[in-house]
């Protein structure tokens, strides 16, 4: 079995208040669950007004 490493930029806008952290933690949680991921972390976070 080969292991494939995928890099991805999501870009999204959060109602005010929402935690960025916390909304990718959510996304990496999802990307496990139903993707059958083995291994998602953040790397970093970018937060800018528009």
Avoid: F, I, W
Avoid at 27 to 40: D, M
Wanted: glycine residues 4%; contains cysteine.
């Amino acid at each position: 079995m080969k292991a494939v490493d995928y890099y991805l930029k999501v870009e999204v806008d959060l109602p005010e208040g929402e935690d960025a952290r916390r909304y990718a933690e959510e996304l990496c949680r999802q990307l496990r669950k139903n993707y059958g991921v083995r291994k998602a972390e953040l790397s970093s976070v970018t937060e800018h007004d528009k």
